[in-house]
């Protein structure tokens, strides 16, 4: 798949995890609530994106996936460190933060409340460097062409 059309399901993957970044950080903050009701909800709610975290261990999992080598060839040793770093780092925490979450209750889902606002943070510093390699590689493939 040519680096254009890699690069546009990349865009688009990036908007589904950053929108699910938003439902992520509304449930940390009823996880983190006094009310003891509003971390029950934030509790359900964390537990219902399990699938979505998932799928953003997924996204770090995928070094040989079908959509990134393409994207992968543009860059440079530190740059493909960094991301592998941050996709490593992620996804630890992804799991770390599901395996926590099994457990608690409303009354302990506070505890994990800092945990998954790191992961949070990681999450949206990480799709904003990715988009950044992605403008990088299409700035050198227009170049090129």
Request: aromatic fraction near 6%.
């Amino acid at each position: 798949m040519p680096l254009r059309e890699t690069s546009g399901v990349l865009r688009r993957e990036h908007q589904e995890i950053l929108r699910l970044a938003e439902k992520f950080g509304e449930a940390l903050a009823l996880a983190g609530d006094e009310d003891f009701a509003a971390r029950q909800k934030g509790l359900a709610e964390l537990r219902a994106l399990r699938p979505g975290l998932l799928g953003i261990s997924r996204h770090c999992a995928c070094d040989g996936g079908t959509l990134e080598p393409p994207y992968f060839c543009h860059l440079d040793g530190e740059r493909y460190e960094q991301m592998d770093m941050q996709h490593r780092c992620i996804h630890r925490l992804i799991l770390v933060f599901l395996r926590e979450l099994l457990y608690s209750t409303a009354d302990s889902i506070t505890e994990a409340v800092p945990q998954g606002e790191e992961l949070l943070k990681r999450i949206r510093e990480h799709i904003a460097y990715e988009q950044d390699l992605l403008d990088y590689a299409e700035e050198l493939c227009a170049v090129a062409t």
